[in-house]
Nanobody, 118 residues
């Protein structure tokens, strides 16, 4: 599985951004996809995940109600819609994949930087 993330940028607090992650290589029905973020000196944090089929999602409390993960099966693309952005959302965002039966994400895309100004 190969992943290509895009869509980061600079946005003011309260604004929105949509990240995209194009996925290639395999059928994704048995995969779980995730968006992670990381800031310098901190551990990588899961901010959203989706089981490709049937589309079950998960969000931590830090982003629940503001971030929405989705996927387009025909385009083999995953999205992260980020609304009501806060300066503390500033980070490098990564998309990742794992087979549903495994615990660790073992396929990673390159990061895309999101900067939220106050």
């Amino acid at each position: 599985v190969q992943l290509q993330a895009s869509g980061g940028g600079l946005v003011q607090a309260g604004g929105s951004l949509r990240l995209s992650c194009v996925v290639s290589g395999r059928t994704l029905a048995n995969y779980c996809m995730g968006w992670f973020r990381q800031t310098p000196g901190a551990e990588r944090e899961l901010v959203a995940s989706i089981r490709w089929s049937p589309g079950t999602t998960y969000y931590p409390d830090s982003v629940k109600g503001r971030f929405t993960i989705s996927r387009d099966n025909r385009q083999k693309t995953m999205y992260l819609q980020m609304d009501s952005l806060k300066p503390e959302d500033t980070a490098i965002y990564f998309c990742a994949a794992r087979m549903f039966a495994t615990e660790s994400y073992n396929f990673w895309g390159q990061g895309t930087l999101v900067t939220v100004s106050s």
